[in-house]
């Protein structure tokens, strides 16, 4: 048998004995705003970066639909790991942006501005693909000069002393020696590589 049966939230038939919590009084709620605690917020809280510039709950559509193009991978190519970094995290705040007003909006059943919204995101979406496109080719740069660096013998990979060791080689033109780094003086109108 059901020890249960019978307890309704509906019909406001509530459990047989009384709870612990029932002992203590509930808070009222203040409803004169004069009788309220003042709070100051700080303007530079972290917790407003999931709204807009403006600290509205919702976006119009018209400010949703004002936004430009995804980065391309070309123009990332050019830009430093600082700057990568930091372009990933303004998506990443702009994206919890916009998650945070499409819940409210289905909470408001607010009826417009979706998309917008999903228009927004898939640029967003875009650049975030891009940013991970130029690092990936950036990695696969960096592996394949590490396997070239093991087999020159001028490239020092243990850590220790310099990492480059230029050595003499002979010109093919001329047959005389010079240093590759270019410390060595001219010999007979062979100009040092640059």
């Known amino acids: 048998m059901n020890r249960k049966r019978g307890v309704s939230a509906l019909n406001r038939s509530g459990p047989r004995q009384p709870l612990s919590v029932s002992k203590e009084p509930l808070p009222q709620p203040v409803l004169d705003p004069s009788k309220r605690a003042k709070f100051e917020t700080d303007e530079n809280h972290g917790l407003w970066g999931f709204f807009n510039k403006e ?17 391309a991978v070309e123009e990332l190519r050019n830009k430093s790991w600082e700057d990568l970094h930091s372009l990933w995290w303004v998506c990443v705040k702009e994206r919890n942006r916009i998650a945070t007003e499409a819940f409210e909006r289905s909470r408001l059943k607010a009826g417009y501005g979706e998309n917008e919204a999903r228009v927004r995101d898939k640029a967003i ?41 230029p050595q003499l080689f002979e010109d093919d033109a001329t047959g005389e020696e010079f240093e590759i780094d270019g410390t060595q003086e001219q010999t007979k109108g062979v100009p040092a590589p640059a």
Request: proline share 5%; aromatic share 6%; hydrophobic share 30%.
């Open 55 to 71: 600290r509205k709950a919702l976006s119009t559509p018209e400010e949703d639909h004002a936004h430009g193009r995804s980065w």
């Open 125 to 165: 979406r875009g650049t975030q693909r891009s940013i991970k496109h130029a690092l990936t080719e950036r990695f696969y740069a960096w592996e394949e000069a590490r396997k070239l660096a093991r087999n020159d013998p001028e490239i020092n990979l243990s850590g220790e002393g310099p990492a480059l060791n």
